[in-house]
Nanobody, 126 residues
Framework: EVQLVESGGGLVQAGGSLRLSCTAS????????IAWFRQGPGKVREEVSC????????LYADSVKGRFTISSDNAKNTVYLQMNSLKPDDTAVYYC???????????????????WGQGIQVTVSS
């Protein structure tokens, strides 16, 4: 059974930082991508960032470029999202998800991700 567990969320003031973790287990893809998505209050779910296990390549949404950094520790099957210079607009439930890219290219489209974590709340106060 594929499992993705997020941790590290919470409440932070604007301008502050948080680091989210996503620990994955139960899948046997040769190559995979793990992504972060988020859904703010009253908003649709949107992409944030993703990283490839194959070559460590990354993608970022324009809204987080220069502020968020995604990284991975393959030995721990864990992906991190370092979020700096947080804004109230970053307030959302953050989800991690996994995409099998054994025979495909990594994308930041949520429709290409088949397995999802339960989500974790990040609240940025002004």
């Amino acid at each position: 059974e594929v499992q993705l567990v997020e941790s590290g969320g919470g409440l932070v003031q604007a301008g502050g930082s948080l680091r989210l973790s996503c620990t994955a287990s139960g899948f046997t893809f040769d190559d995979y991508a793990i992504a972060w998505f988020r859904q703010g209050p009253g908003k649709v779910r949107e992409e944030v960032s993703c990283i490839s296990s194959r070559d460590g390549s990354t993608l970022y949404a324009d809204s987080v470029k220069g502020r968020f950094t995604i990284s991975s520790d393959n030995a721990k099957n864990t992906v991190y999202l370092q979020m700096n210079s947080l804004k109230p607009d970053d307030t959302a439930v953050y989800y991690c998800a996994v995409q099998d890219i054994t025979n495909a290219a990594m994308t930041l489209s949520q429709y290409d991700y088949d397995y999802w974590g339960q989500g974790i709340q990040v609240t940025v106060s002004s």
